[in-house]
């Protein structure tokens, strides 16, 4: 990875005070809404071309969410997602598509789903699997069709001739494997990878990073890379975006991050993950957390991780901290904290 | 300290339609009293299935020991009675399950389901297993534990129900504790917070712990010593820093170096171990590995390699040595 990082600098993609609430209802005939999951509240990040972003966080943060709410698979509830379209050089507000126009907005931006098993059709061939994209986007027929299918599955390191076989057939890898091949018929710009290798087992998943690495090389794509392994962003990621109970805690470059944590959630996200060396392991200071995240129906009030925080005082409890950008020299760190 | 377990030459199979499946082909070893063991390896390497073989609950059929033996307390577990084994299960010997959204009754209060092993192994009448239930929980962190017994488990979250799991199978001061991906399913503060527990407690009772899982750092910080395994068998075993230190198979190697690591200098690529894991009904002859492996030679189609010394309590089942590429 360049130390700079990829990224040409120009904005592909900018979301600004997302908001994603789902309705909790009660009754059966008469059905009232009682409460919001706050499943993403006021969020606002960019990513840049070409660059990887990682958005970290435990289950329940938002972070599938907000990879969902970008791809207008949910409707936002509230703000703004601006993508850049290469092809006719405009910037384009997705919220704002509906029906033919977003359809054809979504062959540019494209997603890798978690779970290789329950993301593709078992009823299909593979080959139909990453050919969909071609058909529904009307991109290739007859003879160019099967070529490009067999292209695809040479580009993800799998055989031409698996294009007749079924999902049943292959490992969790090579599903893998399918999915990215298929999220990579429409030739799009943008893809949001979430969790893809959560999944899989460990000697399996550098596999698939790497693949997706070169890929990025090859056709020059952006990645929103979602994932809660923090060694895997850190080595994958240009930027990282922490996300904690709907809200953003911190924002840096990858390895800004990881050096200087500002925000005490970063810190104690960091020591809780075990290095694989028991000699440096034995010397590491970790910080607990105690208690559990709190339900999103119910955020606490100010900072949301004001329960759990070590060194929350009372004006955590009371006021929500502003993202503020405290990197020195024209870097740029963005941390939500009262105490930083 | 003495042995507490010696498991000898274990073979667990499974009889299915497409063949038979050698899960556990042939494991050796000792685990000492009080000492945490670390078992690493992929899914489908035989490290659940040697783990359920101890406990002797595989089910059968499609499963069935078919030989070795395994001397725990002096006792061989094989040759007991099944009354003889249920008053070891869960008493001398406990076990945590992977999955803590799936591995406790839905209809059972979380009281209920504490007090059975209580009343059953340590002959307490109902108050005393309720006020040792409610310590329990309160030794594994949940807050207001005694209102909590009367709850069901989908009140509780994911982390706390692990933890009511731990305290299920501390309840009987048990010797040994056999914790199967115990935190595979819980979020990394959360999985801190677990293992922190189960340590905390292991050593106050003086309770030997086999930890199974495939995270290399969880073991790093856990265990006294690892044993690897591969496609059922035991490929490498050495203590913990020494086997991190100098791995001598190049499978454990292969591992190491495929993961990212948070304290390292980023790489330009990882470094993987190319192909899949072998298919447990048609091995290849000879090392399972080497289809996948770098340092391969021809004696590896061959012959499946015997464990090596490769240093002090350090072994390892390969007939390269890593350090040369040179047969051993």
Redesign the interface.
Known sequence: ?AENGHGSGNILLEVNNLKMYFPVTRGIIFERKVADVKAVDDISFYIRQGETLGLVG??GCGKTTTGRAILQLYRPTAGTVKFYDQDSGQHVELTALKGEQLRRMRRKIQIIFQDPYGSLNPRMSCGSIIGEPLKIHGLARGRDYNDRVEELLTTVGLHPYFASRYPHEF?G??RQRIGIARALASNPSFIVCDEPISAL???????I??LL?ELQERFGLTYLFIA?D???V??ISDRIVVMYLGKIAEIAD??EL?ENPLHPYTK??????????????SKRE?I???G??PSPMHPPTGCVFHTRCPIAIDVCKQEIPELRNLGGGGKEHWVACHRV | MGTLLTVRDLKTQFFTQEGVVKAVDGVTYDLQEGETLGLVG??GCGKSVSALSLMRLIADPPGKIVDGNIEFEGRDLLKLSEDEMRSIRGNRMAMIFQEPMTSLNPVLTIGRQLSEALELHMKMNKQQSRRRSAELLEMVGIPEADRRLDDYPHQF?G??RQRVMIAMGMSCNPKLLLADEPTTAL???????VL?IVKKLCSEMGTAVIIIT????????YADRVNVMYAGRIIERAP??EL??HPRHPYTL???H??????ES?????????G??PDLVNLPPGCPFRPRCRFAKDKCAEEYPPLFDVGKNHTAACWVDVTTGELR
């Open positions: 990875m435990e289950s490992s890898g090579q087992d460990v000697s399996i998943q550098a596999q990073i790497n690495e809660h923090l060694a895997v850190r080595h990858h390895l990881y104690a996200l960091l020591s809780a993950v075990p290095i694989p060396d028991p000699v440096v392991e970790r607990i957390l105690h559990d995240v | 992929e899914s979250s982390g706390m979020d990394v503060t959360i999985q801190a917070q922190e495939h995270n290399l750092g969880v073991v790093a910080r913990a820093e991190y230190g292969g591992l190491l495929s993961v990212p690591r948070l304290d980023l790489k330009e690529k990882l470094d993987p171990i190319e899949l894991p």
